[in-house]
């Protein structure tokens, strides 16, 4: 049962333009919702987060927006550098707090 | 920057033999968790423990799997007898306050059941 839903396996972007990476989600009791990066032989690491009652959160080049209509949300990385090359997978959380539901990953790679 | 380690960083084991996958989360942290992700399939949560307890497992985390934090330092993982769809890079992530966003992965730990 896929409840979090990223549809695209990789995307490539040029340098210096705009990454917008995919979720979608189908569990209306979702309340938070997280992006990690994840390099080659490391773990998954914290990227960026929004709350259920928002529907943008910006850090830097990153920005995450959320459409609860729709349950979908993307992040947007601009401008993106080679360096954002890695796996970011789209994360939701349950309203007991406690059950974590990851997407399968988008694969981005930033051609310099 | 302190970091939280796995080890070991691969193991062939095979099917039906038991498995202990240690991590040594970050020293002042509380909360600790084990995902899991199968090849080119999704991460996927297996357990917390706090206070040395469980306090949240996933449907995945049955009575093959325990958790253990045998020391001040470690935190295992153990799976009794595995079987060939155990097969998975498993990971080990800490916290200090609990709450997704705040945790800490480990680099991971490759598990082949042959």
């Known amino acids: 049962d896929q409840q979090v839903k990223q549809n695209s396996p990789s995307l490539s972007v040029q340098e210096g333009r705009i990454s917008i990476l995919n979720c979608d989600y189908t569990n209306s009791m979702f309340d938070y919702f997280l992006w990690y990066k994840k390099y080659p032989a490391e773990g998954p690491t914290f990227l960026i987060s929004?709350?259920?009652?928002?529907d943008k959160n910006e850090d830097g080049r990153f920005t995450v927006f959320l459409n609860k209509s729709a349950k979908h949300l993307s992040l947007h990385i601009v401008p993106s550098q080679p360096g954002d090359s890695a796996v970011y997978f789209c994360?939701?959380?349950?309203?007991?707090?406690?059950?974590?539901?990851f997407g399968t990953g988008t694969s981005l790679t930033v051609i310099p | 920057e302190p970091e939280v380690t796995q080890t070991p960083s691969h193991q062939v084991t095979q099917m039906g033999q038991e498995v202990i996958l240690r991590c040594v989360p970050i020293s002042n942290h509380l909360y600790f968790y084990w995902y899991r992700q199968i090849l080119g399939q999704k991460v996927e949560f297996l357990v917390s423990f706090y206070n040395n307890e469980i306090s949240e497992k996933s449907e995945i985390f049955d009575d093959q799997f325990s958790v253990e934090r045998p020391d001040g330092s470690n935190f295992t993982l153990k799976i009794r007898s595995t079987k060939l769809e155990d097969s998975a890079m498993y990971f080990c992530a800490s916290n200090v306050a609990g709450g997704i966003e705040t945790q800490y992965f480990g680099p991971g730990t490759r598990l082949l059941v042959l």
């Open positions: 929004i709350s259920s009652i928002k």
């Open positions: 994360a939701a959380r349950d309203l007991s707090g406690n059950q974590f539901y």
